[in-house]
C-alpha cells in the first residue's frame, strides 16, 4: 500500500531499528522520501555512536570496581580558574545499567540546556549524589588546589551511601576511601562526567544569582571567567566581596589600592 511522504516520515521519526517495511523506502523514487530516509539514517549512525561511547565509559568504570556489587563514586569540580564565585565540586554514585543516562558527557562537551537536562536526570536516577561549594574566602585563604580537595573530600565524605571506590578527575584527596586520579577523567568515565554536570550546574545558576545584583560585570555569560568586559568593569568598578583577592589582575589592584591608602 502506498503511503505518502508524510505518513513514511511519521513512522521513521517513530523507529529507532531498522526494520523490513524500510526496504520500500531504498527504491521508492519521490525525492521526498529518499530525503526522510537519508535523515533517519543520519540519525541512527549518530545515535549508534553515542551508544558506543556511553558503552566505553561503562567499561571504563566498571574496570575500577574492586567485586561485582561495588558501588563507584566520581567527583569532579567547576570553576578553578574564574576571577570570581566560589570553586563548587560534586561526587555521584550512578546505577549499573540506566538506559535513561546514555548521552552524558563531559560538561564542557554540551549545551547549557543539555547540561541543565542530563543534571535533573541524575538527580533522579543516581544512587547518592553530592555537591559542595567553597567560599572565595577559603580560595584566598588556603589557595585554589587545596580549596578544590577540601571541597571535594566533604562532597564525598557527606554522600549518604558510603561507595567502595572513588575516581577523580586529576586529584588526589585524603580520605579513607580507595581512589584513583585520573587524567581528563570526565572524557573518559561516565561517573565523573555525571559530577561535572551536576558541579557546572549548580555554579552557573550561583553565577546567574550573582549577576542579579551585579550585572555589570556579565557574570550570567563569562560565569566569573575573565573576559573583556569583565575585566573592563573591574576598572571601572572595583571587585566585589566574591572576586578572588588571590587571583591575578585583583590582587595588584587590591595591592595599589592600599597604596594609595597609605
Same mark, same amino acid.
Given at each position: ?6 505518513? =513514511? ?12 517495511? #524500510? ?13 526522510a530516509f537519508q535523515q533517519w539514517e543520519k540519525r541512527r549512525a549518530k545515535q549508534r555512536i553515542v551508544m558506543e561511547e556511553h558503552e566505553q565509559k561503562l567499561?571504563?568504570? *566498571? $574496570? ?66 553530592? +555537591? ?19 571541597? #571535594?573530600? $566533604?562532597? =564525598?565524605?557527606?554522600? $549518604? ?5 572513588? +575516581? ?8 579513607? +576511601?580507595? *581512589? ?11 561517573? =565523573?562526567?555525571?559530577?561535572? =554536570? ?8 550561583? #553565577?546567574? *544569582?550573582?549577576?542579579? *545584583?551585579?550585572p555589570m560585570y556579565g557574570f550570567d555569560k563569562n560565569a566569573g571567567y575573565g573576559t573583556k568586559k569583565h575585566l573592563d568593569a573591574l576598572q571601572q568598578f ?14 595588584? #589592584? ?9
Amino acid at each position: 500500500m502506498v503511503k505518502t511522504i508524510k505518513e =513514511i516520515t511519521n513512522a521513521l521519526n517513530m523507529a529507532t531499528e531498522y526494520e523490513s517495511w #524500510m526496504d520500500e523506502l531504498k527504491v521508492d523514487s519521490r525525492a521526498g522520501v529518499q530525503k526522510a530516509f537519508q535523515q533517519w539514517e543520519k540519525r541512527r549512525a549518530k545515535q549508534r555512536i553515542v551508544m558506543e561511547e556511553h558503552e566505553q565509559k561503562l567499561k571504563f568504570d *566498571q $574496570s575500577f570496581l574492586p567485586f561485582e556489587e561495588a558501588l563507584l563514586a566520581g567527583a569532579d569540580e567547576a570553576g578553578r580558574g574564574p576571577l570570581a564565585g566560589p570553586v563548587v565540586t560534586a561526587a555521584v554514585i550512578l546505577p549499573k545499567d540506566c538506559k535513561e543516562l546514555v548521552g552524558i558527557n563531559d560538561s564542557k562537551q554540551l549545551t547549557r540546556k543539555a547540561r541543565e537536562n542530563f543534571a535533573k536526570i541524575i538527580k533522579d536516577y543516581a544512587i547518592a549524589y553530592s +555537591i559542595h561549594f567553597q567560599s572565595v574566602e577559603v580560595i584566598d585563604e588556603i589557595n585554589i588546589y587545596e580549596a578544590t580537595k577540601q571541597s #571535594m573530600k $566533604s562532597c =564525598i565524605e557527606s554522600l $549518604s551511601v558510603r561507595p567502595n571506590f572513588c +575516581i577523580l578527575d586529576a586529584l588526589e584527596l585524603d580520605i579513607s +576511601i580507595p *581512589q584513583k586520579s585520573i587524567i581528563k577523567g570526565d572524557e573518559k568515565s561516565l561517573t =565523573i562526567a555525571a559530577a561535572s =554536570i551536576l558541579a557546572k550546574c549548580a555554579r552557573d545558576e550561583f #553565577m546567574d *544569582q550573582l549577576h542579579e *545584583q551585579y550585572p555589570m560585570y556579565g557574570f550570567d555569560k563569562n560565569a566569573g571567567y575573565g573576559t573583556k568586559k569583565h575585566l573592563d568593569a573591574l576598572q571601572q568598578f572595583g571587585p566585589i566581596a566574591e572576586h578572588r583577592k588571590s587571583f591575578e589582575p585583583i590582587k595588584s #589592584m587590591m595591592n595599589k589600592k592600599e597604596e594609595l591608602l597609605l
